[in-house]
């Protein structure tokens, strides 16, 4: 059996934060994360003030203005009939680079402004620092099977998900991050409060995400390049921001009602959004809901 302090259930951004975090503390933690690496298609773009100063006092801030959107990259927001098409408006949005310069408004309140990066980029990181702490017993490929709460201590049991190799451990708490569906959550009976996505014209309800490699789409651009396009016109409305600053992109679109995620071809959604037909790699796609403002009941 396995002491430790705390087990950690799900090695997202969540999960990852609180073991740094521990480590930070000086304090033993056991993750586990039934995925053997960090994700792979794009989630959340933009890492605000706050969490970019746990990340300076963490000492990993550096690393993670190094990736993302390039520091010159244009940080603006406008809305397009289509990508080749007409601009209808933008909002001004500083890049990454002046968001740093000395004269910077943001800077009078904060050391460590809002930076563009890509949670997929992000997490990557967090995972390697993670894997360099004594502290942090990091487990990825592996899974919590059972658990049993008594009065001052939890036991578990994780399971190694390519072998099928069980450990038992012995811990003082057992912190549940792992995402919306957590299997800890719904085993303790806690149930959802909010709102839950309802179905609108567009970023509320189901939803598809397209991440995509196209290195020709800046060129058939009418505009300067910005961080985020969004797109208006009879086919539909598309949001599509910049990843990389170069070649790889990532898309959101409405799914109609009554048609399944698998029946949509995501290039058909992009070549709308472009307004023509261009050399596009799909690397992912997957539907997920928007809109969604839970928290859960209990704690």
Known sequence: MIECPILIVGGGPAGLNLALNLAWWETPCLLVNDKTDTPNHPQGNSHNARTMEHYRRLGIANDIRHVGLPPDHCGDAIFVTRINSHEIGRIKLPTNRERLAPDFPELEITPEPTHRASQMYVEAI???HAASQEKIDLRFGW???EFKENADHVIAVIENVASGELETINCTQMVACDGANSSVRKALGINYEGKSG??????MGQMLSVY???PELYKIM???APW???TINPDGRTSIVGLNGKSDF???AKIPPGVSPENIDPKSVIYAAVGQEL???IISAKPWTAGLSLVAERY
């Open 212 to 214: 995509f490699h196209a």
């Open 143 to 145: 899974q919590l099977s």
């Open 198 to 203: 309802e179905e609108v014209d567009f970023m």
């Open 126 to 128: 967090l995972k390697k």
């Open 250 to 252: 990532l898309a959101w």
């Open 222 to 224: 009418k505009t300067d």
């Open 279 to 281: 050399e596009i790699e």
């Open 228 to 230: 985020q396009f969004h």
